[in-house]
């Protein structure tokens, strides 16, 4: 089955934005979806949105107006972009694919800190 | 808001016993969208159960998923060292789209 890995800085100042990036191996993103989640200790686990291979996008509303998920032009790997940081965004970063209404699998995640 | 209760915070339990972990939602979800993860220190999330009931390539007929409605169970069977853990439930098609519990760990001594 597909393996997926996040790569991006560990450290973002605030105000900045965010960028990630998950590479898929071992399949190919030209089907299924694809979804960025995230984890902080006092949030829990956060669905943050999901990619159709079409493109298509869908958001969460609380991160709507600052999160962009896009596919490279390669379709071996998507990535997440997320504006004007602060400190509540500090959280460990997966990429998954989806499994119907699941996920699976997830990537190893990547933890990433909002500081100055 | 669709919001996930899950209980007990934690379990403990022994080698060989069984244990019984609950997801409850605020709103009916149908059994379909709903999924549970087991979480390892420093690990991501892997799927256990989706669509309620139905286990993911690999997991054990140990680990079983049941419940309707707003109530649903994650039981596992003769528990192994292994097992420990903090389990997830996760639901689709609320609000958020995709939203989770806030987990149960399980310590096996």
């Known amino acids: 089955q597909a393996l997926l890995q996040e790569s991006g800085p560990g450290l973002v100042r605030p105000s900045e934005t965010l960028s990630l990036t998950c590479s898929v191996s071992?399949?190919?993103?030209?089907?299924?979806?694809w979804s960025w989640l995230r984890q902080a200790p006092e949030r829990g686990l956060e669905w943050i949105g999901y990619l159709h291979f079409t493109g298509n996008t869908t958001y969460t509303s609380s991160l709507k107006n600052r999160v962009t998920i896009s596919l490279d032009k390669s379709k071996t790997h998507f990535s997440l972009t997320l504006t004007s940081v602060t400190a509540s965004d500090t959280a460990i970063y997966y990429c998954a694919r989806h499994r119907g209404a699941s996920f699976d699998p997830w990537g190893q995640g990547i933890p990433i800190t909002v500081s100055s | 808001e669709l919001v996930l209760t899950q209980s007990p915070g934690t379990l403990s339990s022994s080698p060989g016993e069984s244990a019984i972990l609950s997801c409850r939602a605020s709103?009916?979800?149908?059994?379909?969208?709903l999924a549970w993860y087991q979480q390892k220190p420093g690990k991501a999330p892997r799927l256990l159960i989706r669509?309620?009931?139905t286990r993911a390539t690999g997991i054990p007929d140990r680990f079983r998923g049941s419940g309707s409605g707003t109530d649903f169970t994650l039981t596992i069977d003769r528990l192994v060292p292994e097992d420990s853990a903090v389990y997830f439930c996760q639901q689709f098609g609320g609000s958020p789209l995709y939203g989770f519990g806030p987990g149960t760990r399980v310590e096996i001594k």
């Open positions: 071992g399949g190919s993103i030209t089907s299924d979806y």
């Open positions: 669509g309620g009931y």
């Open positions: 709103q009916r979800v149908p059994s379909r969208y």
